[in-house]
Nanobody, 118 residues
Framework: VQLVESGGGLVQPGGSLRLSCAASGLTFSRYVMSWYRQAPGKAREFVAR????????NYADSVKGRFTISRDNAKNTVYLQMNSLKPEDTAVYYC????????????WGQGTQVTVSS
């Protein structure tokens, strides 16, 4: 199983980025997919989640209204559209997949760096 994030980079405050997480080796549609982030010296924190099935979403309060999580089951990919970025969004962003049903599974990607700075 592999989760591979991409799309990180350096962006100015107020800018946008779209992160992608491509999954392989698992039945993607069975998995609840989430994004987490970890800033230097801080614990990893939840950012957004999208369920399997109907694709219900929920967000951390700090990103609500600015970030949007989505998934394309045909492409085995989950996305995080990040708008109105702030310096405090600077972190390594990680993709996570947890099996919603069937055989258990809990997988992490390697992370992608997002830096918001002028």
């Amino acid at each position: 199983v592999q989760l591979v994030e991409s799309g990180g980079g350096l962006v100015q405050p107020g800018g946008s980025l779209r992160l992608s997480c491509a999954a392989s080796g698992l039945t993607f549609s069975r998995y609840v997919m989430s994004w987490y982030r970890q800033a230097p010296g801080k614990a990893r924190e939840f950012v957004a989640r999208i369920t399997s099935g109907i694709g219900a979403t929920n967000y951390a309060d700090s990103v609500k209204g600015r970030f949007t999580i989505s998934r394309d089951n045909a492409k085995n990919t989950v996305y995080l559209q990040m708008n109105s970025l702030k310096p405090e969004d600077t972190a390594v962003y990680y993709c996570n997949g947890i099996a919603a049903f069937g055989p258990p599974g809990n997988y992490w990607g390697q992370g992608t760096q997002v830096t918001v700075s002028s």
